[in-house]
């Protein structure tokens, strides 16, 4: 048993189906399975009670119930006093969840959401088993009008998508997570991303082996957005990197406070990785035809929202080669694209992306809380990383900026690696308290090692 994150390394997430067949086979070879389950969650719960109260255990029909029973018993065998009714003891120590778990297929009923309001009144930390009752394993949404929201999650022989996406991460509390010892048997349904290195820059390296930037967008009174991107593209470590300020004279200067950046077009460095959007305005729409003749392209914002109304804009990202487009947009943006509204796209965060690569035939960030990284023909990935102080003006700018100066050196990964890497890369600059500005932000990035 563990804390999961930060993540080191990729780990593998199961779908409930996958779950579910993982844990009847499971079952039938070591028919000590609960009993392991139930003695980890006993052990757990020692170190998380707060106080001598007892233990307020609260066990549902199925098999989330059954490893809460035997928590029971290890608990007393231990001297720990424990109640086990759906009506709570005064002051407890720890309230322990195993209502339902895994095996919630529809809102809970009123009984259970009555329960579940009692525990989530009590003033004691809550350790949830496996899944926060309520909270569906594939999305990270409640299922009905509550979910339980845990202090720590305890996920047991696999880990479910909806843990890290959604809504997930405000349910689960800190998550744990104990195999039990048990090999997964079949292909994961989703990646959960760990830390990818940097590039790799050799001894002789100069600023001519590290790729090109474009960053097109800035329109007037949104120059900022394009100059953030093109400053992460920068600190990245991209060898050379243009702005295309939309509405702004030619002669006059990229960004007076980064005297390295230089104005271009495409016409004028046509293989470079254009990132796309930032700040843009609607005179974006104009310009993409061109732009979509770069080789590797990162599009954003307004481009996005350009492409989303426009069918021939449409068919040409769809034409462009595999690997080549990476598109990164936030909910809203997602769900005009899909013709959705933005509610439909967050309650299967992970479709909604699957789809939207499919559609347009590229690599799609669906940015958020577990932000979603999705292309067609491969496996899905989540990214765990990041936190609320991510959630400010410029951080996306940021992102794809980065994306763009990552992919210029490395010419040779297709769209899905490099969203990977960067997106990882993001998340975790932007673990910080309080509010990070988008500036503050690049200058964390760049430190990463």
């Not at 305005?281 to 061109?290: H, K, R, V, Y």
Request: overall charge positive.
């Amino acid at each position: 048993m563990r804390p999961l994150l930060p993540t080191i390394s990729t780990l593998p997430l199961f779908d409930v189906a996958a779950s579910r067949r993982i844990e009847a086979r499971a079952l039938r070879h070591s028919p000590d399975l609960m009993a392991r389950a139930g003695l980890a969650i006993a052990k757990l719960a020692l170190v998380l009670r707060r106080g001598d109260g007892p233990i307020w255990i609260i066990c549902g029909p199925g098999n989330n119930g059954g490893d809460g029973r035997i928590a029971a018993r290890r608990l007393a065998q231990h001297g720990v006093a424990v109640h086990m009714s759906h009506e709570g003891p005064s002051s407890p120590s720890l309230v322990i969840d195993a209502l339902l778990g895994l095996g919630l297929n529809r809102a809970p009923a009123a009984h259970m959401q009555a329960t579940m309001a009692a525990m989530q009144a009590c003033a004691a930390p809550i350790l949830a088993v496996d899944l926060p009752s309520g909270l569906l394993g594939d999305t990270g949404q409640p299922a009905g009008e509550r979910a339980m929201r845990a202090d720590h999650t305890l996920t047991l022989l696999t880990l479910k998508p909806g843990l890290f996406t959604g809504e997930g991460r405000a349910h689960c509390g800190r998550i744990w997570f104990d195999d039990l010892d048990v090999a997964p048997d079949e292909t994961p349904t989703v990646d959960l991303l760990g830390r990818a290195p940097r590039p790799h820059r050799s001894v002789t390296g100069h600023k001519g082996s590290h790729g090109q930037v474009l960053v097109v967008g800035g329109a007037p009174g949104m120059q900022g957005a394009a100059q953030l991107a093109a400053r992460a593209a920068l600190a990245c470590g991209a060898g050379r990197v243009y702005l295309d300020l939309l509405g702004r004279p030619a002669g006059d200067p990229a960004d007076q406070g980064r005297a390295e950046l230089m104005r271009g077009t495409c016409e004028e460095v046509p293989q470079a990785v254009g990132v796309i959007g930032c700040g843009a305005g609607s005179a974006i729409a104009a310009a993409l035809p061109s732009l979509l003749q770069l080789p590797r392209v990162v599009i954003d914002a307004d481009a996005l929202n350009a492409i989303a109304v426009d069918q021939v804009l449409q068919s040409l990202v769809r034409s462009r080669r595999p690997g080549t487009t990476l598109l990164t947009p936030h909910p809203l943006e997602a769900a005009r694209m899909l013709g959705r509204t933005t509610a439909d796209v967050q309650a299967d965060r992970l479709r909604a992306a699957q789809e939207l690569a499919a559609r347009l035939n590229c690599c799609v960030v669906l940015k958020g809380s577990g932000s979603v990284i999705a292309s067609a023909g491969q496996r899905p990935a989540i990214c765990a990383s990041g936190g609320p102080a991510l959630a400010t003006a410029g951080s996306g700018d940021v992102l794809s900026g980065w994306l763009g100066g990552l992919w210029a050196q490395q010419p040779t990964s297709d769209a899905h690696g490099v969203a990977c890497a960067g997106v990882d890369a993001h998340g975790r600059a932007g673990e910080a308290n309080g509010v990070l500005r988008a500036g503050d932000l690049i200058e964390r990035l760049a430190a990463q090692r």
